[in-house]
């Protein structure tokens, strides 16, 4: 699904938090025509620095990782926070429904699996983490014309949350979602 570039899909410097119940079970061998890796969400530039927001799902960065959150500012600062066996690879790669949340405090990003946190990746003071991306459309569950981020899966609900979210209002919002969709 591709969505057009809006104002509500740019967090600029601020906090957000992204949630994605789906289910996915994705390859992690790499080919020639797909990365190893399925696409839950992007809102990123075309070029390096790739500036903005990606939440990907069984990515191999030399461990299995259940979802990933890459985060690029336009100054060229890269980082990954990832959510890596939280559950056993059988959870991993069975396709089962689960939560994925992304998110982005101050100084800090994280992502987080069924309620279960990564550790959070700290940031530097210095960079502004301006994760605007204009004139970028965001893709929900792949990219347009492409196979190469194909998710092998499917997507239930997405929410996405400009400001702040206390940690009680996020256990809220993942406990609503898991006795909606009874993910565990």
């Known amino acids: 699904m591709t969505i057009t570039d809006s104002e509500t899909l740019r967090p600029g410097e601020g906090h957000f938090t992204l949630q994605v119940v789906a289910a996915w079970s994705n390859s992690i061998v790499r080919t020639d025509y797909y990365w190893g890796y399925g696409l839950l969400f992007t809102k990123q530039g075309s070029d390096a620095p790739y500036t903005g927001v990606g939440l990907l799902a069984n990515i191999d960065h030399e461990t299995n990782t259940e979802a990933s959150l890459s985060f690029s500012t336009g100054t060229g600062f890269q980082t990954w926070s990832e959510a890596k066996n939280l559950n056993d690879k059988k959870f991993r790669l069975c396709g089962v429904r689960r939560i994925a949340d992304a998110s982005h405090a101050p100084g800090a990003i994280e992502v987080r699996v069924n309620g279960v946190s990564s550790l959070p990746r700290l940031l530097p003071a210095d960079d502004p983490h301006n994760l605007d991306a204009p004139n970028e459309s965001a893709y929900i569950g792949g990219q347009k014309f492409t196979t190469y981020q194909a998710l092998d899966g499917f997507i239930a609900e997405m929410l996405f949350v400009r400001g702040d979210l206390s940690d009680q209002d996020l256990e809220k919002l ?11």
Do not use: C, V
């Open 174 to 184: 993942e406990s609503y979602l898991n006795q909606k969709y009874r993910l565990w």
